[in-house]
């Protein structure tokens, strides 16, 4: 499984991929975008992917989509 989260993190938005800082200092609308479409891309591949989003007021979205069919 990979996880992708998008939160406010000092002030910028951030994408994080397991934990790990990808890219900051981006817009909400893009790092949203951004993550949507590494999820995608992993969901291609076949991968269990957990995505979630924080909103502007801290609440957090999450989705699980993906994974290989057995």
Do not use: C, N, P
């Amino acid at each position: 499984m990979v996880q992708y989260a998008v939160t406010l993190k000092d002030g910028d938005w951030t994408v994080f991929r397991d934990g790990e800082a990808l890219e900051h200092g981006m817009s909400r609308s893009a790092a949203i975008q951004m993550a949507k479409d590494l999820a995608f891309e992993a969901e291609e591949r076949g991968d269990t992917v957990e995505l979630l989003i924080q909103g502007y007021y801290g609440d957090l979205s999450r989705r699980l989509t993906g994974g290989a069919d057995d």
